[in-house]
């Protein structure tokens, strides 16, 4: 893919930062400190689309200006989360060369976690893995999206939390607050998280209309009647969103409401209709204006995941999907990832969109072809495979489920051990297979 592409400033895969000045800069304090041997934990919550990527990003941004090694790992919806899978994730960015501890064989090897003998050496052997690495360089672990995340990632996020005080650590953990109920595992973890680790938490709220404006601003040169105009606009719409806010700010310019000419912005109109989704509203205009190949390529995409490389995508199509990937990072409806062979949606809520414009029968085709897929590798992973199985209603589901079970039972996750096998059960039984 080329990725020199020349696209409007406004549909950077980045949204504009603002307002969360405090917050960026108690994180800095933060890093800082975990550079200089008092590790720690930062955990960031709020409702979607509220910042927590974008604040991640800015973080990013400022450990690359030191030598600090920064390694990201999410859960995700619309998917099966394998025991430990954010760390999982995590680690497949690991440098494998350098002077860095090389990756122990329990964390490339399925079959080499269960010499370990129980789930407690095996969190101590990933514990003291990290403690290793941060001898050599300072370390910061993301966590994404940890309201989708399974319980054996949150009890090892407990347990390296709480171990990390004096090593050059730092552990990031961001969720949506407004998705995890009183019976979630992490509502019932986090006062004992905090409580142990020290935790500093970070409940990001509402852009405020200051921020609004300097967002506008920062991207337009409107008269001042145009530009409290819009402010007022978004605020009202965007309700202090800032992914709705920068989604509203994109439709108005790819709809000409808001425009440039000759160098100066105007605005011809300002919408009033309200809708009740107004992400899943944009989505859906922007995939209105994209042809049936990408459109179709994208639903594809929708199915596999929330990122997707070209091989996988194009071995889903059956077809090259260059063009698609140019115009969907056009459309702003994908963004291009740090791995240069790989392609992401931006937000979790765009995903989703698309997902739901997929009919019901078609969605089932389209994850028992993404699962034979995966079948077909060398070593297919379980918990994938029985996750498209079951969302196609695949009979092979059952027998996929049991081993996705035995492989958490290899890694002493229990609870996901016993809800797979459970799912078993309940799929043989509706099929009749007593025995």
Do not use: C
Request: glycine letters at 6%.
């Amino acid at each position: 893919m080329d990725s020199s592409l020349d696209l409007n400033p406004m549909f950077s895969s980045t949204l504009p930062f603002v307002g969360r000045g405090e917050e960026l800069d108690a994180l800095q304090h933060l890093l800082h400190g975990a550079i200089d041997g008092r590790g720690s934990l930062a955990l960031v919550s709020g409702e979607a689309g509220i910042g927590k990527t974008s604040l991640v990003r800015q973080l990013r941004r400022m450990i690359a200006e030191t030598d600090a090694l920064v390694l990201t790992g999410a859960a995700y919806d619309l998917t099966s989360t394998p025991p430990y899978g954010p760390w999982l994730e995590l680690i497949r960015d690991y440098p494998r060369d350098g002077d860095l501890p090389a990756l122990p064989e329990f964390m490339t090897n399925r079959q080499a976690v269960a010499a370990l003998g129980s789930q407690e050496d095996l969190q101590q052997a990933v514990l003291e893995f990290f403690q290793h690495v941060a001898e050599v360089r300072p370390l910061v672990l993301v966590l994404e999206d940890l309201h989708w995340s399974d319980q054996s990632s949150l009890e090892l996020l407990r347990l390296i939390a709480r171990s990390v005080g004096r090593d050059r650590i730092l552990l990031v953990g961001t969720w949506r607050d407004d998705e995890i109920s009183r019976q979630h595992p992490l509502y019932q973890l986090l006062p004992s998280l905090v409580r142990e680790s020290q935790a500093e938490r970070f409940q990001l709220r509402v852009l405020d209309q200051h921020a609004v404006d300097q967002l506008v601003r920062s991207r337009f040169d409107l008269p001042e009647r145009d530009q409290d105009a819009l402010v007022d606009y978004l605020v009202r719409r965007g309700d202090g969103n800032p992914l709705f806010t920068v989604e509203l700010l994109r439709t108005l310019q790819v709809e000409g409401d808001l425009r440039s000419d000759d160098g100066t912005w105007r605005i011809d109109r300002l919408p009033d209709e309200r809708v009740p989704d107004l992400v899943r509203q944009m989505v859906e205009r922007r995939l209105a204006d994209v042809s049936a190949g990408t459109l179709t390529a994208l639903q594809m995409a929708a199915v596999h995941g929330q990122s997707i490389s070209l091989e996988r995508w194009e071995q889903i199509t059956q077809d090259p999907v260059s063009e698609a990937a140019e115009e969907a990072l056009k459309a702003h409806l994908v963004e291009e990832t740090p791995e240069s062979s790989k392609i992401a949606f931006p937000h979790a809520l765009i995903r989703e969109a698309i997902y739901d414009t997929v009919s019901l029968p078609q969605r089932r085709n389209l994850h028992r072809t993404v699962a034979n897929i995966y079948l077909a590798d060398a070593d297919p992973d379980p918990d994938t495979v029985s996750w498209h199985l079951k969302q196609a209603g695949d009979p092979r589901a059952a027998e996929w489920l049991i081993q996705a079970g035995e492989q958490a039972e290899r890694r002493f996750a229990w609870q996901a051990a016993l809800d797979r096998h459970e799912e078993a059960v309940a799929l043989l039984r509706e099929r009749g297979d007593q025995d």
